[in-house]
């Protein structure tokens, strides 16, 4: 008896991995590949047209998921370095997530995906030149404005 029920639970072991293997995923390796490339390019034009001034753009991560037969999840960062109006170099870091949304298309042969959602979650900028500040210093405009003062709160009589 032993033998039989450990023999049907290899069988089904075997067929369900037979099956996991064999099946055919609802978005393919190419249309991640593609979905990639493109947000990639867009990331880098759109920081083209938003930033001209900044330099040295890198896509540290980027990649897709499936939410489904129609939706894919792309989470992905970037650094780039930037310069103030006082031209010191910052080095800004972007990290956030966006939604796509498969299109039906005329064409049996090309996916037609579309943004649904974009998100940044979270943004970070280093300095790479410090400003120092000491103690007893006052900032130019501190001096002619002076700090607001604290009035005291009214005391009542206390209650019996």
Request: hydrophobic fraction near 40%; charged fraction near 20%.
């Amino acid at each position: 008896m032993k033998k039989i029920v450990s023999l049907i639970v290899f069988i089904a072991a075997l067929v369900w991995t037979w099956n996991v293997i064999h099946t055919s995923q609802a978005v393919g390796f190419e249309t991640h590949s593609g979905i990639q490339v493109k947000l990639a390019e867009l990331i880098e034009n759109t920081l083209a047209t938003k930033k001209p001034h900044a330099k040295d753009l890198s896509i540290t991560r980027l990649w897709t998921e499936s939410l489904g037969d129609n939706k894919v999840r792309a989470v992905f960062a970037y650094k780039f370095i930037d310069t103030t109006e006082g031209g010191e170099a910052l080095e800004q870091v972007i990290e956030g997530e966006a939604i796509l949304h498969r299109e039906p298309s005329e064409s049996a042969n090309v996916d037609k995906w579309t943004l649904q959602s974009v998100k940044t979650t979270n943004d970070i900028v280093v300095f790479t030149e410090g400003s120092t500040i000491t103690p007893g210093e006052e900032a130019p405009d501190s001096a002619q404005t002076p700090a607001p003062t604290a009035t005291p709160a009214p005391t009542g009589a206390p209650h019996k």
